[in-house]
């Protein structure tokens, strides 16, 4: 595979030098910290969308991949949550679909644009911010998703003519064999979370939904990872065409935008800790993450216990309990929202200024993913950690993949003293 690599100036970003791609002599794209949306040209609708949003100035993945996504090229992306890949394709694809109108009547359930994502919570925050895009942009945008509303989703693509289309690999693949959705239309392409996608078993499928779209070269096809191995570089060249290839480190995301304090604790003052800072700093809106199921639900009955509203979300919390939890957690009716990193990846909340490792994750690629909940697209955001007789000795593996060290320090004392215990409910007619 020919791919045509930009320079990738991080985490150098401030150098303000202009370099310019050894083979196809093109510039790179502006200097990130000068770059602004209006020096594309974006249709009027868009922009004014994104004048709504605040955005100003791109991130460095935006800045990288958007003039040759504007352009129609193909891109291969090494990118974590967090960095503004998803606002980066959506404003190529919205471009794309109001500088390339069709015209005459369109047939039912067939997108012009594709999004394929590996769980319900990822397709349903692409979802969401496509609307806050494309909400002047006169676009029918559709959610397709298993474990609900299979017969409403069928009832929405054999209604109208839809033009893009946000999915989960399975129940897309369902409405292609049963002719509810047609993909012979599709013009542009997004394939996010590869490597997810890749460890979910879900590339089959994926393949599967590819070869009934038209062929690359006659649709843009773009391509997202946190990681770029081997097979995924593969699968890359299966499916773009001569792709140009942008990679943001994940130590950027980790390091240059929250700031990390990791707690030196023992099993028995993480409670209390947790507690005291929250209380002590007036906290709202905090996402805390447990490596288990059953941790996930015992520390939100404690939670609850102590008064402090809490819900979880894990693998055993079906599909509409967690909308439902995670809507009213944005709403801010939920302080304290204790997730499973399976739950917790597509959970993106504005705003949300401090996630909590009540328990490190095993694998140092899970710590980025986590963190990279707050401190979004260059805003601030705090990541607190706790590190027990456990939990620390999955610190060396993280700072490697960081390629930092992290500070350890120990909490103040006041902050370790346990609130009091609740009282317990007498039953009723129970004597004393």
């Not at 291969?76 to 960095?83: I, L």
């Not at 239309?185 to 393949?207: H, K, Q, S």
């Amino acid at each position: 595979m020919k791919q045509q690599k930009l320079i990738d100036r991080h985490p150098d970003i401030n150098s303000g030098e202009a370099v310019e791609d050894e083979e196809t002599r093109q510039p790179a794209a502006p200097e990130t910290k000068h770059c602004r949306f209006t020096e594309f040209d974006l249709p009027a609708p868009l922009m004014r969308a994104i004048e709504d949003l605040g955005f100003s100035r791109c991130t460095p993945i935006q800045a990288d991949i958007l003039p040759a996504a504007l352009a129609g090229r193909d891109a291969s992306g090494r990118a974590q949550t967090g960095t503004g890949k998803t606002a980066a394709f959506l404003i190529a694809l919205f471009a794309r679909l109001l500088n390339k109108p069709v015209n005459g009547k369109r047939k039912k359930g067939a997108p012009r644009v594709l999004i394929l994502a590996p769980t319900r919570e990822l397709v349903m925050q692409i979802s969401q911010e496509a609307g806050q895009l494309g909400k002047y942009c006169d676009l029918n945008i559709l959610s397709v998703f298993g474990g609900m509303d299979y017969v409403r989703q069928q009832n929405q693509l054999r209604q109208k003519a839809v033009d893009v289309v946000v999915a989960t690999p399975g129940r897309l693949l369902d409405f292609n064999r049963r002719g509810v959705v047609s993909l012979k239309e599709v013009e542009a392409l997004v394939i996010d979370e590869a490597d997810r996608m890749l460890d979910m078993g879900f590339i089959p499928d994926v393949r599967k939904i590819i070869q009934s779209t038209p062929q690359k070269g006659r649709r843009q096809t773009m391509l997202f990872s946190a990681t770029l191995t081997r097979e995924i570089m593969r699968l890359s060249e299966q499916w773009t065409k001569d792709p140009v290839t942008v990679e943001i480190e994940p130590e950027q995301v980790a390091v240059d935008t929250v700031e990390q304090v990791i707690y030196l604790v023992t099993m028995e003052e993480k409670f209390g800790l947790l507690y005291n800072i929250i209380e002590k700093q007036g906290l709202d809106r905090i996402l805390v993450f447990c490596n288990r199921k059953d941790e996930v639900r015992r520390l939100t009955e404690t939670f609850s216990a102590y008064g402090i509203d809490c819900a979880m979300i894990s693998g055993d919390v079906d599909q509409k309990k967690r909308m439902s939890r995670l809507e009213a957690f944005k709403a801010g009716k939920i302080r304290v929202l204790v997730a499973t990193d399976v739950a917790g990846r597509g959970i993106h909340i504005e705003g949300m200024n401090h996630v909590v490792n009540f328990k490190l994750p095993y694998d140092p690629e899970d710590y980025v993913h986590r963190i990279g909940r707050t401190g979004r697209a260059g805003a601030a955001g705090t990541a607190i950690s706790f590190a027990d007789e456990d939990d620390a000795f999955y610190l060396p593996a993280i700072e490697k993949y960081l390629g930092r060290t992290l500070a350890c320090i120990e909490p103040p004392e006041d902050w370790l003293v346990m609130p009091r215990a609740p009282e317990r409910r007498r039953k009723p007619g129970k004597k004393r």
